[in-house]
T-cell receptor
Framework: AQSVAQPEDQVNVAEGNPLTVKCTYS??????LFWYVQYPNRGLQFLLK??????LVKGSYGFEAEFNKSQTSFHLKKPSALVSDSALYFC?????????????FGTGTLLAVQP | DAGITQSPRHKVTETGTPVTLRCHQT?????MYWYRQDPGHGLRLIHY???????DKGEVSDGYSVSRSKTEDFLLTLESATSSQTSVYFC???????????FGQGTRLTVV
């Protein structure tokens, strides 16, 4: 069965430093991968997706993610973190069972950016 | 916000009572979903719909039912609420020519 794993419950980074939030996936076919962000008491906001093509995907708010098929990873990155990036981040993969766009989520990673 | 409205936004209910959460969308998208969010579990799919009167179960459907009598509304019902159903519930929609889902603001349900 397909799944995603986010190995870190929390990532701490100083403002201005680069950040990485890790995600690995398990699927039988070609993955459709997504990153979402959740600010406190808010819904999930779509950041970016990988469907096919260039392994480096650029998204909203200066975030990007690198798809690595050999390592089955889709890590979220940003060159310079902002305090306002502090939030809960979710990696997700599309369920392979039909074209219904159901998503399977990781457990989330809390990003804390210190001033 | 992709025109998604969830109601109520907060609710406290007693064990054993029925509860209905509503998701309303304004853009006539075909696919709608209900997820629950719990610490340590991320979001898990409860039920989804692929059209009026067309629904199917997700990963954690036990204790929940859904209905979709109109394109714009997707209702989630807890027939007899239990404390294990205390959670934050999110509705989402998906646009056919795009693969990502768009989420509502969530409903925080507490069962006491």
């Amino acid at each position: 069965a397909q799944s995603v794993a986010q190995p870190e419950d929390q990532v701490n980074v100083a403002e201005g430093n680069p950040l990485t939030v890790k995600c690995t996936y398990s699927v039988s076919g070609n993955p459709y991968l997504f990153w979402y962000v959740q600010y406190p008491n808010r819904g999930l906001q779509f950041l970016l997706k990988y469907i096919t093509g260039d392994n480096l995907v650029k998204g909203s708010y200066g975030f990007e993610a690198e798809f690595n098929k050999s390592q089955t990873s889709f890590h979220l990155k940003k060159p310079s973190a902002l305090v306002s990036d502090s939030a809960l981040y979710f990696c997700a993969v599309r369920d392979e069972g039909g074209a219904t766009n159901k998503l399977i989520f990781g457990t989330g990673t809390l990003l804390a950016v210190q001033p | 916000d992709a025109g998604i409205t969830q109601s109520p936004r907060h609710k406290v209910t007693e064990t054993g009572t029925p509860v209905t959460l509503r998701c309303h969308q304004t853009e006539n998208h075909r696919y709608m979903y209900w997820y629950r969010q719990d610490p340590g579990h991320g979001l898990r799919l409860i039920h989804y719909s692929y059209g009026v009167k067309d629904t199917d179960k997700g990963e954690v459907s036990d204790g929940y039912s859904v209905s979709r009598s109109k394109t714009e509304d997707f209702l989630l019902t807890l027939e007899s609420a239990t404390s294990s159903q205390t959670s934050v519930y999110f509705c989402a929609i998906s646009v056919l020519d795009r693969t990502e889902a768009f989420f509502g603001q969530g409903t925080r349900l507490t069962v006491v």
